[in-house]
């Protein structure tokens, strides 16, 4: 019955957990751009297809889907536009998906990236200079005055001359004026 017990609760922490995972902003973003970008995607392949294949079509002699060449004896073409006989290297509807994914990565970049960019370049600017931490050596300094200043107001202004002596040698490298 425990078995069943420490299961079930190990079982409640893998779901909670993945839950947070699921929950988390960075997740939910990369979904939403998951989705986006396939729809995306699709437009992007539609032009190509419909507008830039059609239009190399009428420049050159064929639709660029078309274009091939022959690597290994005569090819012969059938009905379908399949290779019936040879080996035929398909080299435009490469350049078709080359053209595809550049136009995706284009426009992904100028239209979301770059003014993403600006944006929290703009987020920045406005919310000032960021504090730059302290250093080991001024921290250092700190707690050496401060322990200066205990020591100076428990034992009185005899021992401040002292303290001064020792903390004015630290600054000068080590060397010390007093004799």
């Given at each position: 019955?425990?078995?069943?017990t420490?299961?079930?609760?190990?079982?409640?922490?893998?779901?909670?957990g993945?839950?947070?995972?699921?929950?988390?902003?960075?997740?939910?973003?990369?979904?939403?751009?998951?989705?986006?970008?396939?729809?995306?995607?699709?437009?992007v392949?539609?032009?190509?297809?419909?507008?830039?294949?059609?239009?190399?079509?009428?420049?050159?002699?064929?639709?660029?889907d078309?274009?091939?060449?022959?690597?290994?004896?005569?090819c012969?073409?059938d009905?379908?536009?399949?290779v019936?006989?040879?080996?035929?290297?398909?080299?435009?509807?490469v350049?078709?998906?080359?053209?595809t994914?550049?136009i995706?990565a284009?426009?992904?970049?100028?239209?979301?990236?770059?003014?993403m960019?600006k944006?929290?370049?703009r987020q920045?600017?406005?919310?000032?200079?960021?504090?730059?931490?302290?250093?080991?050596?001024?921290?250092?300094?700190?707690?050496?005055?401060?322990?200066?200043?205990?020591?100076?107001?428990?034992?009185?202004?005899?021992?401040?001359?002292?303290?001064?002596?020792?903390?004015?040698?630290?600054?000068?490298?080590g060397?010390?004026?007093?004799?």
């Amino acid at each position: 019955m425990s078995n069943q017990t420490s299961a079930e609760s190990e079982q409640k922490g893998v779901l909670a957990g993945f839950r947070e995972f699921l929950m988390r902003g960075n997740v939910v973003e990369l979904a939403v751009a998951v989705v986006v970008g396939t729809a995306f995607s699709k437009i992007v392949d539609a032009i190509v297809k419909g507008f830039i294949n059609p239009l190399v079509g009428a420049i050159g002699t064929q639709d660029l889907d078309q274009y091939r060449s022959c690597l290994k004896g005569p090819c012969e073409i059938d009905a379908d536009g399949e290779v019936a006989k040879g080996v035929a290297l398909n080299w435009g509807p490469v350049l078709s998906a080359t053209l595809t994914f550049v136009i995706t990565a284009a426009v992904v970049y100028f239209l979301m990236i770059l003014p993403m960019n600006k944006y929290k370049e703009r987020q920045a600017a406005k919310a000032g200079p960021a504090e730059v931490p302290k250093t080991e050596v001024e921290l250092l300094g700190e707690i050496r005055d401060a322990l200066v200043a205990q020591r100076t107001d428990s034992d009185g202004a005899a021992e401040v001359v002292g303290a001064d002596a020792s903390v004015t040698a630290q600054r000068n490298g080590g060397v010390s004026t007093e004799k």
